[in-house]
């Protein structure tokens, strides 16, 4: 699958994070399923650095083995507002929901439950159980479905179609010896896409930190998340994260972090399409 890595069109990821509470994070164009070679041809050294990185946390294959997962998001920002969702998601097409029991960041002005859901066709909200056909609110939606599932499933994806992998060298950071490999995006419209430069522990091949781009908003200054992991049924998910504002050294600013952190995490579910629909 060729993934294109974009933001939906409401304000820039930076402003969004620490002044207007909306969550930092790529997402793609229209759901499609994902498939990868068990054993490709290298394009070279540095994709075959991610190409053992996914092994290690379990590529797509395993993942889409699992069927479903249902876990608990919880985003904070520095100023103390809170997203707490329990987020479902249908690996085979990319089915995505969650309900919003605290939604301080996202939606404030919806008091109570609120609903979103991707069913393979549309996007919908409910509000209190109630459908809403408001455009504006919408857009929020069709942001945080795919956003939310891309990345929980962003480390196999790497290995999607339509990824250009370009290794920048070595660096020690804090006496931890990385590989640092830049990720770019095919582009069929030939417009710019978003930028990724992943930092793989050379001791453990997990990538601890990388540095991301959004070029829709012309936002080239990188943010920097990093990451701790957990191994939930033979996979490593990196359920602890936090992010800020960086340079291309990885040096941050001195911003606070924003944490979102993956909680009670449960895959093979049962879930089926039925649970998506609005």
Same mark, same amino acid.
């Given at each position: 699958m060729k993934i294109k890595? =974009?933001?939906?069109a409401m304000l820039s990821l930076f402003i969004w994070?620490?002044?207007n509470d909306?969550?930092?994070a790529p997402k793609k164009e229209t759901p499609v399923e994902t498939t990868q070679a068990s054993t490709p041809e290298f394009k070279n050294n540095a994709h075959e650095l991610?190409?053992?990185m996914v092994q290690h946390v379990g590529n797509y294959k395993k993942l889409r083995e699992k069927k479903d997962v249902i876990y608990t998001y919880t985003y904070k920002t520095p100023d103390g507002k809170t997203d707490i969702s329990k987020e479902k998601y249908i690996f085979s097409g990319e089915l995505s929901y969650g309900a919003y029991k605290k939604h301080e960041r996202t939606l404030p002005q919806l008091e109570g =439950?609120?609903?979103q859901g991707y069913d393979g066709q549309e996007f919908w909200l409910k509000h209190n159980g109630t459908i809403v056909n408001d455009d504006a609110l919408l857009k929020a939606v069709a942001f945080n479905r795919p956003t939310n599932f891309y990345w929980f499933t962003m480390m196999p994806k790497l290995l999607d179609e339509g990824v250009i992998y370009e290794y920048i060298g070595e660096k020690t950071i804090d006496d931890i010896k990385y590989d640092i490999v830049k990720i770019t995006f095919e582009s069929e419209d030939n417009?710019?896409?978003d930028i990724y430069q992943i930092y793989i522990n050379k001791e453990t091949t997990l990538v601890d930190q990388f540095l991301f781009t959004v070029v829709d908003f012309n936002k080239m200054d990188p943010l920097l998340m990093k990451m701790e992991?957990?191994?939930i049924d033979g996979l490593l998910i990196p359920t602890k994260r936090k992010y800020k504002a960086s340079n291309w050294d990885a040096e941050v600013s001195n911003d606070p972090?924003?944490?979102v952190n993956w909680t009670d995490i449960k895959f093979n579910n049962n879930l089926t399409e039925a649970d998506f629909k609005k």
């Amino acid at each position: 699958m060729k993934i294109k890595v =974009l933001v939906v069109a409401m304000l820039s990821l930076f402003i969004w994070s620490c002044k207007n509470d909306k969550q930092a994070a790529p997402k793609k164009e229209t759901p499609v399923e994902t498939t990868q070679a068990s054993t490709p041809e290298f394009k070279n050294n540095a994709h075959e650095l991610v190409y053992n990185m996914v092994q290690h946390v379990g590529n797509y294959k395993k993942l889409r083995e699992k069927k479903d997962v249902i876990y608990t998001y919880t985003y904070k920002t520095p100023d103390g507002k809170t997203d707490i969702s329990k987020e479902k998601y249908i690996f085979s097409g990319e089915l995505s929901y969650g309900a919003y029991k605290k939604h301080e960041r996202t939606l404030p002005q919806l008091e109570g =439950l609120i609903e979103q859901g991707y069913d393979g066709q549309e996007f919908w909200l409910k509000h209190n159980g109630t459908i809403v056909n408001d455009d504006a609110l919408l857009k929020a939606v069709a942001f945080n479905r795919p956003t939310n599932f891309y990345w929980f499933t962003m480390m196999p994806k790497l290995l999607d179609e339509g990824v250009i992998y370009e290794y920048i060298g070595e660096k020690t950071i804090d006496d931890i010896k990385y590989d640092i490999v830049k990720i770019t995006f095919e582009s069929e419209d030939n417009t710019p896409k978003d930028i990724y430069q992943i930092y793989i522990n050379k001791e453990t091949t997990l990538v601890d930190q990388f540095l991301f781009t959004v070029v829709d908003f012309n936002k080239m200054d990188p943010l920097l998340m990093k990451m701790e992991y957990e191994n939930i049924d033979g996979l490593l998910i990196p359920t602890k994260r936090k992010y800020k504002a960086s340079n291309w050294d990885a040096e941050v600013s001195n911003d606070p972090w924003i944490h979102v952190n993956w909680t009670d995490i449960k895959f093979n579910n049962n879930l089926t399409e039925a649970d998506f629909k609005k």
